[in-house]
């Protein structure tokens, strides 16, 4: 984890600085905008802001540049180091094309990847890049900072929420290749209402002089269950800790730390 904090009126403020940027820069409304980001506090500004500009939110898997972290030396192991790099970046860009996304944001770590792709996906105009600037990308850092008085942001009274689409997140290709899913605003919104709902959720609403949910961001934000639940902590109230990678004895370690109490997890 890096240690940084959000409340959520600073990803408010920073994601309508951030949207003003994107809208500064040229994006228009229905233009793709891909996040190549683990969980961490600057993936609701990012996706916040995107869609305050009436963007569409595209979601990737960053998990597939893991291969880089193996420490096997051997010839062997080096080939198939190769290999694995050589799969992402082709199927990376085959998302980036299959999405239209126009630009990609990603922090330092990913950034190599996001650099290849941009030369073999003409379709992708620019990359933004977290953690520090980068000759030729972006500096997610300086974009939320800009001055967003006066700037025109989307509305949902002035879109089909039913019809237009707010997210294009990936299936993991199970059965075959990966492919787009249409989320709609619409199907966004049904889903936090349903996943929130007092007989549903165990997720508790942040009341004046309450104590805030403390809850556990392990589920990947690419993948819709992910997704949901950084959005119910939002719309909760709900204080949520990023993890970017789950590791068995840190993950316990965090809960025990930070004391939290709501823990959203998949079955094993």
């Not at 180091?81 to 999405?99: G, Q, T, Y």
């Not at 237009?164 to 209402?193: D, I, R, W, Y």
């Not at 269950?225 to 990023?242: E, K, V």
Request: charged letters at 15%; proline letters at 4%.
């Amino acid at each position: 984890m890096t240690g940084k904090k959000l409340t959520h009126g600073d990803v408010y403020q920073q994601s309508r600085s951030f949207a003003a940027a994107l809208i500064a820069s040229g994006v228009k409304r229905k233009d793709v905008i891909c996040i190549m980001l683990p969980n961490c506090p600057d993936y609701s500004t990012a996706l916040f802001g995107i869609w305050e500009a009436g963007g569409i939110a595209c979601p990737i898997n960053p998990g597939y540049t893991q291969g880089k972290q193996n420490s096997n030396s051997t010839a062997l192991g080096k080939l198939e180091l190769i290999l694995k790099e050589i799969l992402f970046l082709d199927e990376l860009v085959e998302l980036l094309r299959l999405s239209g996304s126009k630009l990609i944001i990603t922090s330092q770590a990913f950034l190599p990847a996001a650099l290849q792709a941009k030369k073999l996906c003409p379709e992708l105009n620019s990359i933004i890049v977290t953690g520090g600037s980068r000759e030729g990308c972006h500096t997610f850092e300086e974009m939320v900072k800009v001055d967003w008085r006066g700037t025109n942001f989307s509305k949902g009274s002035e879109m089909d929420t039913l019809g237009e689409v707010a997210c294009l997140p990936f299936s993991s290709g199970t059965t075959g290749l990966p492919k787009a899913v249409q989320l709609t605003h619409s199907n966004l919104c049904s889903n936090l209402m349903q996943f929130t709902s007092p007989d549903v959720t165990v997720m508790r609403k942040l009341e004046t002089g309450g104590e805030q949910e403390k809850i556990i961001g392990i589920l990947p934000n690419f993948h819709a269950a992910g997704l949901l639940q950084t959005l119910a902590s939002h719309l909760l109230g709900s204080s949520c800790l990023c993890i970017p990678q789950f590791v068995p004895g840190t993950f316990v370690q965090y809960i025990k730390r930070f004391q939290v109490g709501n823990v959203c997890s998949v079955t094993v």
